[in-house]
């Protein structure tokens, strides 16, 4: 089975990841999308994230509906910060019969050879790029592992939400109705 991994803290998941993984389920040859809530990324502050057991229901709540997308908590119980290098080897570990490729924003692509192992990362997988307005072509445009897809741009981020939710904006139109419901119930983002 051709499963894509899309990484993140989903803090919190917004109707844009939603849009991106339902795309890529249904305009690409992958069988399966996995939404792999990420605990702590090396490049951003823990101390901004929910806790990881809220987020994962979060995302949960998010993916009821749909068939192609799940979520996986596999770096919850990996050394922290998460290295994607380090997940894809647990991955491979665990369910060989899989074979894994990762999502990316094309903004991401442009680092990625920042990233720990890339060359490792890049030579067992391969990697589903979605556009962002922010993107510009790169060093890695042309490889044979790298694939673009004509996925809508969605320019709605989780920092935003958050703000909107502090500043007492009404933002149920940005997320799933389950998700918004959690939200609103735990009082998250509010101070």
Not at 1 to 15: D, Q, R, V
Not at 50 to 67: G, N
Not at 69 to 89: C, D, G, M, R, W
Not at 113 to 124: M, R
């Amino acid at each position: 089975m051709k499963i894509a991994l899309y990484f993140g803290t989903f803090n919190p998941i917004h109707i844009g990841h939603l849009v991106i993984a339902n795309h890529m389920t249904q305009f690409t040859d992958l069988d399966e999308l996995w939404l792999v809530v990420t605990p702590h990324n090396p490049m951003k502050k823990k101390a901004s994230l929910l806790d990881d057991h809220h987020r994962l229901e979060l995302v949960s709540r998010a993916v009821d509906e749909f068939d192609k997308i799940k979520v996986s908590n596999i770096e919850f119980s990996l050394s922290q910060p998460s290295y994607t290098t380090h997940t894809l080897a647990a991955l491979r570990e665990k369910y060989p019969q899989h074979e894994f490729s990762l999502i990316m924003g094309g903004d991401n692509l442009n680092s990625f050879h920042k990233w720990k192992n890339y060359e490792d990362i890049l030579a067992h997988h391969h990697i589903y790029v979605y556009p962002r307005l922010a993107s510009v072509p790169g060093d890695m445009d042309n490889h044979p592992k790298i694939h673009y897809v004509a996925a809508p741009i969605m320019q709605i981020s989780s920092s935003f939400i958050r703000k909107a939710i502090r500043d007492g904006k009404n933002i149920r139109a940005l997320l799933p109705y389950n998700t918004w419901k959690y939200l609103d119930e735990m009082n998250f983002y509010k101070k």
